[in-house]
């Protein structure tokens, strides 16, 4: 199956402060999602991203589908930032209703201290 | 749009007996996933619906485990004999039918098997 890779698997940031986490991802996908969860668990769906470049206030992301990688961007990073943060991809070659049967990444744990 | 809500959020039982949890999607969601999460892993896929229709049973889902959605509306998850192994958050997600839609999750039942 599709294999997902994150990273750094820790970042440890001030507030204020600007950050990039990567996903690379082994086929073409027909699905990408990045997620954050928070210290609660829940799931908080960030962008649905299988190429091209999005903006959502101060985070962003842009995957180069073509390269098979995917990059978010915090800006100015808030305390409420800190949790999980987790791409998640379904693979082309998986099937033609497998886009959301998605593999997840072993996540990003970033942590903001005020 | 309330959301997808999963109840209960917490369970605890004994090994050996048998515990079930219920997904509400949002409402005009066609599909329907579960997805098991242990400690410090990303969520695995273990199954999806399309409307009543359960398509795919990830190799997870082992013959103890059985997922139901009658009406193609809420959803249940049944686990038989639970083991120690089974302790994990069981998050639900749903979408459109559309393939360009993504994944909305719930909070999650944590289950513990004492």
């Known amino acids: 199956g599709i294999q997902v890779e994150q990273s750094p698997p820790d970042l440890i940031l001030q507030e204020g402060a600007n950050s990039t986490l990567r996903c690379n991802f082994s086929d073409s996908v027909n699905n990408l999602q990045w997620f954050h969860q928070n210290p609660w668990g829940q799931l908080i769906n960030l962008f649905y991203?299988?190429?091209g470049t999005k903006q959502n206030g101060r985070l962003s992301a842009t995957t180069v589908a073509t390269e098979r990688y995917s990059l978010l961007y915090i800006s100015s990073s808030q305390t409420t930032d800190s949790g999980v943060y987790f791409c998640a991809v379904s693979g082309v070659n998986a099937g033609g209703t497998s886009y959301g049967k998605l593999t997840f990444g072993q996540g990003t744990i970033l942590t903001v201290h005020p | 749009d309330t959301g997808v809500s999963q109840n209960p959020r917490h369970k605890i039982t004994k090994r050996g007996q048998n515990v079930t949890f219920r997904c509400d999607p949002i409402?005009?969601?066609?599909?329907l996933y579960w997805y098991r999460q242990t400690l410090g892993q990303g969520p695995e896929f273990l199954t999806y619906?399309?409307?009543?229709?359960?398509?795919?049973k990830s190799r997870l889902l082992s013959d103890r485990f059985s997922a139901e959605r009658p009406k193609g509306s809420f959803s249940t998850l049944e686990i038989q004999r639970t083991e120690q192994g089974d302790s994990a958050m069981y998050l639900c997600?749903?979408?459109?039918?559309?393939?360009?839609?993504?994944?909305?999750f719930g909070n999650g039942t944590r289950l513990t098997v004492t």
């Open positions: 619906f399309q409307n009543e229709a359960q398509l795919e």
């Open positions: 409402s005009e969601h066609n599909r």
């Open positions: 997600a749903s979408s459109l039918l559309d393939s360009r839609s993504p994944l909305h």
């Open positions: 991203i299988p190429s």
